[in-house]
């Protein structure tokens, strides 16, 4: 098995003599000092939230819990104040909505420097999946420049590899058309609409992929499946977000979880509820500090995503960290009773099991009644699917409260068209009940 690409590209990148995790956590210690001075002096939010943290004093890693967090509600009050260079030196600025809520938009602001290193992850991250016999499919906007298929196709083209941004996928027969004419071996996109790709055009799918690589969201074990074993490819997982400069990790061959970008990010996995970190194979919440960011740096940055590190190593023989799959937005999820909750992912492994299933919307309806709303090829296969799929989900139900729920699963195909959702926002299961909730856009 081919070790991580990525464990060379740190070591010429960090310029460290020893292959091992105190070599690499000595440069991200002192890399994170660096931050913290730059960041206090050109950012005047950080200026204000770390003038009283010295970092002189830090020895070590742990001392950064003495750091407070960063969160997001920050960047959406008050993005100017993470930025750290002259706005005419800004290239790219991404605005990031939020499903579901009526709250503040954030700006995340990238210089050419910032977008270089992206382009120089992207490069080593794809060469885990990608050799010069390939072409890629990127199903992902791409128009814009620094967008995530304009950085991913220059990082390609370095490494000699065709690659054709197809953008987010709209008409499966116009891509199925691409991966023909092109000979595509590889398609990179949202796990959603790869699903309902290799669903919509299975003989194409299977006749010519070989390799996909699922990126933006939370990826379900179902479908991995699916795509592995009945479409015949080898299934990597990206994690990452627009916050991270897109890129923060990837799977090396050996499929067992992200390799992560060690010399960019310092990644943390803490309690959501105290802030506490957790340690090796305990689950929480991903939490990372840039380590190169020139625009905007972020400092203990909370991603509200789940996550652990692996306690064991991974098979490629790595000693870069391994980050296990993540698990999906901690607050996507809808709470049934005091301390029993329903997540999306438990609902994606049911539903999305019928493979006659393109699309899903979920949601919690006054009078605690659950709502499914379910796209399928047509008005036949959905009346097929309908009663089976409520009962397994009335099975989940059972099992955490102990009496039968009220569920509803209904079609689109009243008024919508059967495509799946064409949107880069994260799909999300959405409470009802709650006063006051705005319904801007879900899923």
């Not at 055009?201 to 179902?222: A, C, G, H, M, Q």
Request: aromatic letters at 10%; hydrophobic letters at 35%.
């Amino acid at each position: 098995m081919k070790k991580t690409p990525l464990e060379n590209w740190i070591i010429d990148k960090t310029h460290i003599k020893d292959r091992n995790r105190m070599a690499l956590e000595e440069y991200q210690l002192n890399k994170i000092k660096e931050t913290i001075y730059y960041a206090k002096k050109n950012s005047s939010f950080y200026g204000q939230q770390l003038k009283n943290i010295q970092v002189e004093d830090f020895c070590s890693l742990k001392d950064l819990q003495d750091i407070p967090f960063t969160f997001p509600q920050n960047i959406s009050q008050n993005p100017f104040g993470f930025l750290c260079v002259p706005q005419g030196e800004v290239k790219r600025i991404v605005t990031l909505n939020t499903s579901g809520t009526s709250g503040e938009q954030k700006r995340i602001f990238f210089s050419e420097e910032d977008l270089e290193l992206t382009i120089d992850f992207f490069r080593y991250g794809m060469s885990c999946l990608t050799d010069k016999t390939d072409s890629v499919l990127v199903l992902l906007p791409g128009n814009a420049y620094g967008s995530i298929g304009d950085l991913l196709k220059k990082a390609l083209e370095k490494s000699g590899i065709e690659c054709i941004v197809h953008g987010v996928l709209i008409d499966p027969e116009e891509a199925a058309k691409c991966i023909e004419e092109k000979n595509i071996t590889c398609i990179v996109g949202i796990p959603m609409q790869v699903l309902y790709l290799s669903r919509a055009k299975n003989v194409v799918f299977k006749r010519k992929i070989k390799k996909v690589l699922l990126s933006t969201d939370y990826v379900p074990k179902v479908l991995i499946n699916e795509l592995t074993y009945k479409c015949g490819c080898r299934v990597y997982n990206h994690y990452g977000m627009t916050e991270m400069g897109y890129g923060g990790g990837v799977e090396c061959e050996a499929l067992n979880g992200y390799h992560m970008r060690e010399g960019d990010l310092y990644f943390e996995i803490i309690n959501p509820d105290t802030g506490e970190a957790l340690e090796n194979g305990q689950y929480g919440e991903v939490v990372f500090t840039t380590l190169t960011r020139c625009a905007m740096p972020l400092i203990r940055y909370r991603t509200g995503d789940m996550a652990a590190f692996s306690s064991t190593s991974c098979p490629c023989g790595t000693f870069l960290k391994t980050m296990k799959s993540v698990l999906g937005r901690i607050d996507n999820r809808v709470v049934l009773e005091e301390n029993q909750f329903l997540y999306l992912r438990e609902l994606d492994e049911i539903v999305l099991s019928f493979e006659d299933v393109i699309d899903y919307k979920a949601h919690m309806d006054f009078g605690d009644r659950l709502i499914l709303e379910i796209t399928t090829q047509s008005c036949e296969v959905f009346k097929q699917v309908k009663d089976e799929m409520k009962l397994r989900i009335q099975d989940i139900l059972f099992h955490k409260l102990g009496y039968e729920s009220n569920i509803e699963v209904i079609s689109n195909h009243e008024n919508k068209p059967a495509k799946v959702t064409n949107s880069m926002i994260k799909r999300k299961i959405l409470d009802y009940r709650k006063r006051g909730f705005k319904d801007e856009t879900y899923l």
